[in-house]
Protein backbone atom coordinates (compact mmCIF):
# COMPACT_ATOMS: atom_id res chain seq x y z
CA UNK A 1 0.00 0.00 0.00
CA UNK A 2 1.32 3.24 -0.50
CA UNK A 3 1.59 6.49 0.75
CA UNK A 4 -0.51 9.70 -0.36
CA UNK A 5 1.58 12.88 0.35
CA UNK A 6 0.55 16.28 -0.21
CA UNK A 7 2.18 18.40 -2.65
CA UNK A 8 3.68 20.50 0.20
CA UNK A 9 5.24 17.70 1.49
CA UNK A 10 6.84 16.30 -1.43
CA UNK A 11 8.22 20.08 -2.32
CA UNK A 12 9.23 20.48 1.55
CA UNK A 13 11.39 17.18 0.75
CA UNK A 14 12.75 18.41 -2.82
CA UNK A 15 13.94 21.48 -0.90
CA UNK A 16 15.83 20.09 2.03
CA UNK A 17 17.28 17.35 0.07
CA UNK A 18 18.15 19.71 -2.75
CA UNK A 19 16.70 17.22 -5.52
CA UNK A 20 13.09 16.42 -6.90
CA UNK A 21 13.25 12.63 -7.31
CA UNK A 22 11.63 10.30 -10.21
CA UNK A 23 9.03 9.11 -7.92
CA UNK A 24 8.45 12.50 -6.20
CA UNK A 25 8.24 13.70 -10.15
CA UNK A 26 5.48 11.43 -10.39
CA UNK A 27 3.66 11.98 -7.08
CA UNK A 28 3.25 15.36 -8.02
CA UNK A 29 1.98 15.07 -11.82
CA UNK A 30 -1.15 12.49 -10.07
CA UNK A 31 -1.55 15.48 -7.31
CA UNK A 32 -1.64 18.24 -9.80
CA UNK A 33 -4.04 16.81 -11.56
CA UNK A 34 -6.56 17.20 -8.47
CA UNK A 35 -5.14 20.28 -6.73
CA UNK A 36 -6.45 23.24 -5.06
CA UNK A 37 -4.75 26.28 -5.66
CA UNK A 38 -2.48 26.35 -2.90
CA UNK A 39 -1.22 23.81 -3.95
CA UNK A 40 -0.34 25.13 -7.39
CA UNK A 41 1.80 28.25 -5.87
CA UNK A 42 3.69 25.35 -3.50
CA UNK A 43 4.47 23.83 -7.65
CA UNK A 44 5.59 26.85 -8.31
CA UNK A 45 8.00 27.46 -6.16
CA UNK A 46 9.39 24.47 -6.85
CA UNK A 47 9.91 24.85 -10.39
CA UNK A 48 11.56 28.32 -9.63
CA UNK A 49 13.76 26.67 -7.12
CA UNK A 50 14.92 24.48 -10.02
CA UNK A 51 15.29 26.92 -12.92
CA UNK A 52 17.72 28.45 -10.60
CA UNK A 53 19.89 25.78 -9.50
CA UNK A 54 19.06 25.10 -5.73
CA UNK A 55 17.16 21.51 -6.58
CA UNK A 56 18.56 19.06 -9.12
CA UNK A 57 15.83 17.37 -11.36
CA UNK A 58 16.71 13.72 -11.10
CA UNK A 59 14.48 12.59 -14.10
CA UNK A 60 17.09 15.36 -16.15
CA UNK A 61 20.23 14.30 -14.96
CA UNK A 62 19.56 10.76 -15.88
CA UNK A 63 17.89 12.07 -19.61
CA UNK A 64 21.33 14.04 -20.13
CA UNK A 65 23.28 10.92 -18.54
CA UNK A 66 21.81 8.86 -21.29
CA UNK A 67 21.80 11.02 -24.06
CA UNK A 68 25.78 11.49 -23.39
CA UNK A 69 26.06 7.77 -23.31
CA UNK A 70 24.43 7.46 -26.59
CA UNK A 71 26.42 9.76 -28.54
CA UNK A 72 29.69 8.46 -26.68
Known sequence: ??????????VQEA????CLTVEAENQLRCLLSH???????LFSQLQAEIMEGRVRQEARERYHRQLAAATA
Open 35 to 41: SRPEDVL
Open 15 to 18: LGQG
Open 1 to 10: MSVVISIGEI
